[in-house]
């Protein structure tokens, strides 16, 4: 099932690196979100997008959002990739895959390996009123997001 924009943003509580569940709904009112999918920690273009992230957080700080990297691994693996990376922003694990494919991100099989279940890299601003504002969903996964467009919309809603 396809989300579009427009439409209210699906809740979900995952957890965090920290092993703190974390609620999309508890920034409404409050925070634009910035949601990024990736399909693996530790693995090169994930490492260049959440980097790039990092080292302009002030950017996105200044633009008065949140921003949350999702992927399939573990709080444990994250916990260890955001340690090493020092991100200062959460990581949080869709270990049971169910919000990547309620954000219709995940991938059927990923590289040549088969990998099945792997978040697609992806990009959702979700509004302070939970209403999705942009979404990039990537098929190919060494694409990183266009964040000068996700800059422009979060500068569009402050």
């Known amino acids: 099932m396809a989300i579009n924009l427009s439409e209210q943003a699906p809740d979900f509580t995952l957890f965090n690196s920290e092993?703190?569940?974390?609620?999309?709904?508890?920034?409404?009112?409050?925070?634009?979100?910035?949601l990024l999918f990736f399909p693996m920690a530790f693995t090169?273009?994930?490492t260049v997008e959440l980097c790039s992230i990092r080292d302009d957080i002030a950017r996105y700080n200044d633009a008065n959002a949140q921003v949350l990297g999702i992927s399939v691994d573990s709080v444990f693996t994250l916990e260890k990739y955001k340690e090493e990376q020092q991100y200062n922003f959460p990581l949080l694990s869709d270990f049971n895959k169910e919000v990547s494919a309620a954000y219709d991100c995940i991938y059927e099989s990923f590289t040549g390996m088969n990998m099945k279940g792997v978040s697609k890299r992806a990009a959702f601003v979700i509004d302070k009123e939970g209403i999705i504002r942009y979404k990039e969903v990537l098929e190919n996964a060494g694409d990183i997001p266009n964040f000068s467009a996700v800059i422009?919309?979060?500068?569009s809603l402050k």
Do not use: E
Request: glycine share 8%.
């Open 19 to 34: 092993k703190t569940p974390v609620q999309l709904a508890s920034f409404k009112g409050n925070k634009n979100v910035l």
């Open 152 to 155: 422009s919309i979060l500068d």
């Open 44 to 46: 090169g273009t994930c």
